[in-house]
């Protein structure tokens, strides 16, 4: 699936992406996240592409990953 990241907390570690198919909010914790790095963190409006999953407490992202960045045309037309 794909979606926006709605919001993240660094400090908790989890926040909420909104998918793109208008569905319901999915939790998302930072051991969902797909990063080499030590400190996983998403930014709020970053478009991701993930997993669903099923917990007891309801739909959660895994296997989170950031998209790629699309490059900005600046050339006018």
């Known amino acids: ?3 926006k990241v709605l919001w993240f907390s660094k400090v ?3 926040g909420f992406i909104r998918p793109d ?5 999915v939790f998302v ?10 400190f996983k963190v998403l ?3 970053q478009s991701v592409t993930f997993d669903l ?7 959660t992202a895994v296997n ?3 998209m790629a960045a699309q ?3 600046t050339e006018k037309k």
């Open 1 to 3: 699936m794909q979606g």
């Open 43 to 45: 930014d709020e409006e």
């Open 12 to 14: 908790r570690g989890y």
């Open 71 to 73: 490059p900005i045309d």
């Open 21 to 25: 198919d208008n569905s319901k909010d």
């Open 64 to 66: 989170v990953s950031p």
């Open 29 to 38: 914790h930072f051991s969902g996240i797909n990063s080499e790095k030590k």
């Open 53 to 59: 999953a099923e917990n007891e407490k309801g739909r």
